[in-house]
């Protein structure tokens, strides 16, 4: 296969060459690839507009995973939309007046917003392609391989496995969303090779003592970060866990830890995938420039003029070209003259016992500079919380308030919706 192969070549050749394995299984329904090509090419007729005018739709999984496949087919840009924003399609329609898309996008995702207004990201078929393959080299995908996608199909996560699937002419597996129930019982009843998840789904799935099927090879875990109790919990039920960096500018993960990278540490998300290139800039934020970037954000920016793209994560890189992420740049705290990242604090309260979830965020404080406030779900106590932080944080980093929730405010993607995390703070007391 060619390198620039798209999700509609590879339909059409798996299909051409009576791949065996179906393409997708969804719904209680199976499609085989010839399936798929034929379901995808009858419903071009019923879709409108000129074939450069993009698709904008919202619906299930399963109607945004046909929708998608039909695109490819039809070379038409597809802007899938979440279908509990019913004002979205209208939004993104209005947003598109005027604008001239180049001429090879393939999707347009709008990012998850969880620091403020979601941003339209323009995504190439070659960007995509060179994505899926790199994903695919590194977590070998074959095909007879079964993906287990349970992430929204109107988020990067979830499309990049339709196209890594197709590439290889493994099998998508869709669920309709994250349900610890129907995750268990497939996990039985199909030969699962991959799943994709974020930390708090796969959290969800240890606390059920959902066992991880011998099938099962990779875990791919991004999203959001993962704690080091989270890993070692995890790795000890036997769930291969990747941990992988990665966003929708990016065509999903551009890079993803392997064991040969050493010792997992917290952040460690290992090499940049083949075909791009990770630095870090003067003011430690993570760069990112290769095959698999955007084309650029619907307003025009996004990648300078050397083809690199400035993200707001914060990383190093060590000797062997390993990046480390450790958080945020808009995230920092300010406390007692001492930088504090949530992430830090974070990582060492999940791992104080009676802690289900827990964040971390800043309010101002005329002494403190920033009050370190932690936001926690479980059972523990104020006095176990503050005696675990002041024996493994610096002084400045103990939190100086605790809130306790039933749960934290997170996106469809398991994302720390952070703006509604200092909202919490602000609103609680002590």
Known sequence: MKDA????????????????????????????????????????????????????????????????????????????????????????????QNIELPGETALIISTSGSEGEARAVLLGSTGMAAAARASNQHLPLHPGDIWLNCLPLYHIGGQSILWRCALAGASVLLHEGFSIENIAVDLEKYPVSHISLVPAMLAQLLDKQIAAPASLRHVLVGGAALTPALYEKALGAGWPVSPSYGMSE????????????????????????????????????????????????????????????????????????????????????????????????????????????????GQPDPVWGDLVVALIVGTASAEQITRHARQHLPSAAVPRKLVFLDRLPRNPTGKLVRAELRRLAGESAS
């Open 250 to 361: 990016t065509s999903a993960q551009i890079a993803t830890y392997h064991p040969a990278d050493g010792p997992w540490q917290q952040g460690l998300v290992g090499k940049a995938l083949t075909g791009s290139e990770i630095a870090i800039s003067t003011n430690g934020r993570i760069r990112v420039r290769g095959q698999q970037l955007m084309l650029g954000y619907l307003d025009g920016s996004g990648i300078d003029a050397d083809g690199w793209l400035t993200t707001g994560d914060l990383g190093r890189i060590d000797a062997a070209g390993c990046l480390t992420v450790t958080g945020r740049a808009d995230d920092m705290l300010i406390s007692g003259g001492r930088n504090i990242h949530p992430l830090d604090v974070e990582a060492c309260l999940a791992a104080c016992p009676g802690i289900i979830d827990i964040a971390v965020t």
């Open 5 to 96: 192969i798209s999700l509609a070549d590879s339909l059409y050749i798996h299909a051409r060459h009576g791949q065996a394995a179906p393409a997708l299984i969804a719904a209680g329904q199976s499609w085989s690839y010839a399936g798929l090509l034929a379901d995808a090419q009858a419903e071009k007729s019923s879709t409108t507009g000129a074939p450069n005018t993009p698709l904008i739709a919202s619906g299930s999984s399963l109607a945004l995973a046909r929708q998608a496949y039909r695109c490819a087919i039809e070379k038409r840009p597809f802007w899938p939309v979440d279908r509990n924003n019913p004002a979205g399609i209208e939004k993104n329609r209005a947003a598109l």
